[in-house]
């Protein structure tokens, strides 16, 4: 059972664009930064949002991250059939002094 | 070019102990908290542990207190994770990762090393 709540699934046709919403607590996500990670299995997950909604450089603007108290939201714009992978949000949980990932969200592009 | 390469994982017996070991090249070791998280058969990214920048802290995830211990050797730039009493649900990629600077956010991630826990 994840600290952070995300939806199992989520698609679209290429192009368009995709949500995935990470809900958690005052104790994680309300006082810290989120994180966003893509995984694609037997590969090293790539961090792809920190802060909140700052991009690492090489990820491209397609990818956004924004947060509103206890909830985040990562955004993919003009989907790709690269993007097929798992998403997780992640931060750091001050009640538990421990970091904290999401469920974990599979995008699948149609 | 950042790298972290986990090794040490295999298959062990259910109660034994493994030591799984990262070495990070390419950035300061020594400048950066690291961390260790892992991933079940089927299931999502688990964080297990930190450490700080020269081992004075170190943070675990309740289920793993008292079996994992995570460790530091920077002048030889490796991070290592001691599990003990090794369980079935123990089988898992590990992936030791280096956290950003700043707040807490893995920026960097190995590849992963398999630990498969026979019974």
């Known amino acids: 059972q994840s600290v952070l709540t995300q939806p199992p699934s989520v698609s679209a046709a290429p192009g368009q664009k995709v949500t995935i919403s990470c809900s958690g607590s005052?104790?994680?996500?309300?006082?810290?930064?989120v994180s966003w990670y893509q995984h694609l299995p037997g590969t090293a997950p790539k961090l792809l949002i920190y802060?909140?909604?700052k991009r690492p450089s090489g990820i491209p603007d397609r990818f956004s991250g924004s947060k509103s108290g206890t909830s985040a939201t990562l955004g993919i714009t003009g989907l790709q059939t690269g993007d097929e992978a798992d998403y997780y949000c992640?931060?750091?949980?001050?009640?538990?002094?421990?970091?904290?990932f999401g469920s974990g969200t599979k995008v699948t592009v149609l | 070019e950042v790298q972290l390469v986990e090794s040490g994982g295999g298959l062990v017996q259910a109660g034994g102990s493994l030591r799984l070991s990262c070495a990070a090249s390419?950035?300061?070791?020594?400048?950066?908290?690291m961390t260790w998280v892992r991933q079940g058969p089927g299931k999502g990214l688990e964080w297990l542990a930190n450490?700080?920048?020269?081992?004075?802290?170190?943070f675990y995830v309740d289920s793993v207190k008292g079996r994992f211990t995570i460790s530091r050797d920077n002048p030889r730039n490796s991070l290592y994770l001691q599990i003990n009493s090794l369980r079935g649900e123990d089988t898992a990629v590990y992936y030791c990762?280096?956290?950003?600077?700043?707040?807490?956010?893995?920026?960097?991630w190995g590849q992963g090393t398999l630990v498969t826990v026979s019974s």
């Open positions: 450490i700080k920048q020269d081992g004075s802290e170190k």
């Open positions: 992640g931060t750091w949980d001050s009640s538990l002094s421990a970091g904290v």
């Open positions: 990762a280096r956290e950003g600077s700043g707040s807490y956010y893995p920026d960097y």
């Open positions: 802060d909140n909604n």
């Open positions: 005052s104790s994680n996500i309300g006082n810290n930064y």
């Open positions: 390419g950035f300061p070791f020594s400048n950066y908290w």
